[in-house]
């Protein structure tokens, strides 16, 4: 890299959600007395390791439902310029995914309102707030 010449950086997706969870008291016990004895390092290795267990232990009824429900896995990113091409295409999306839907900042809510019909995200959704307020009435 030559010095004083600049890269402008993509900002980096995350890879994880938070979420909060309530347990009983017994149940966080338990965990608490996993991780003391050194099988976990932490609750919320504990949390990961049992939800990861749970979705392999379904893993085959995911994949028939994402198959038949005809749903994009993993990650799904729309752009202004996707979008315009769906728009002169004078086609709209319905968008069903299982994983992370971004919808970039430099798409405007009415683009979005033009072209996405309706959006079905099962897990998150990232798009500025105007586009979200926007789609409000297409989400499920």
């Known amino acids: 890299m030559v010095l004083g010449e600049l890269h402008e950086l993509k900002p ?75 728009r002169a295409a004078g086609e709209r999306l319905h968008i069903q995914v299982l994983g992370l839907l971004v919808i970039a900042p430099d798409v405007t809510p009415e683009l979005a309102r033009e072209t996405i019909a309706s959006l079905h995200v099962l897990g998150a959704l990232q798009a500025s707030a105007e586009v979200k307020a926007a789609l409000r009435d297409r989400i499920r």
């Open 12 to 86: 980096k997706q995350p890879d994880s959600e938070k979420i909060t969870i309530n347990l009983g008291f017994v149940d966080l016990g338990g965990i608490d007395l996993l991780v003391k004895e050194g099988f976990y390092s932490n609750r919320s290795d504990f949390i990961r390791t049992a939800v990861r267990n749970q979705l392999q232990q379904h893993g085959d009824a995911i994949k028939q439902t994402v198959s038949r429900q005809q749903i994009e896995l993993g990650l799904r990113r729309y752009d202004s310029a996707d979008l315009e091409r769906i």
